[in-house]
């Protein structure tokens, strides 16, 4: 369902969507989502490390941002800031912000000093060490102490 602005300004936005240092194939994968029409697009900006997206919809937004980070696996940010009041009712606008993992599954990792294989890259991290097998469940937020191994 495409929710119609009749009655807002042109320039009207709930989200903003920002991906930051993200490879082309992401930015490939939101153009085709937001061209099955169920956001109006109100304004695309080019930012230093990446693209924000001022979209009609806050549930939305939020919804395609865990779908970033499922299919290609980072750092996913939600906030939100009071915007107004409306028939006292508290509106807020929502920032969604992604930014991609440097490495992908079936990577060869270095973490702590020792070399890991990446199982997953979904919800968290899931390394492998390289040779006890042990696994290590790693939170994006610490996901710049991983470099990947050539």
Excluded: C, W
Excluded at 10 to 21: N, V
Excluded at 53 to 60: G, W
Excluded at 66 to 91: N, P, V, W
Excluded at 121 to 140: A, C, F, N, R, W
Aim: proline share 1%; aromatic share 8%; hydrophobic share 35%.
């Amino acid at each position: 369902m495409v929710r119609t602005l009749e009655g807002k300004h042109p320039k009207y936005y709930e989200a903003i969507l920002q991906l930051r240092e993200v490879t082309q194939e992401v930015v490939d994968f939101i153009e085709e989502e937001l061209a099955k029409g169920r956001m109006i697009i109100s304004k695309v900006e080019d930012v230093r490390n990446g693209i924000d997206y001022y979209l009609s919809d806050n549930d939305l937004t939020k919804a395609l941002g865990k779908k970033l980070q499922i299919k290609f696996g980072g750092e996913l940010k939600l906030t939100a800031s009071l915007h107004t009041k409306k028939d006292s009712k508290d509106l807020y606008r929502v920032t969604v912000l992604f930014r991609q993992a440097h490495f992908r599954k079936g990577d060869k990792v270095d973490y702590q000093g020792d070399v890991y294989d990446v199982k997953s890259v979904s919800k968290e991290i899931l390394l492998q060490h390289d040779k006890t097998g042990k696994k290590v469940h790693i939170k994006y937020k610490e996901m710049n102490q991983i470099k990947k191994v050539a």
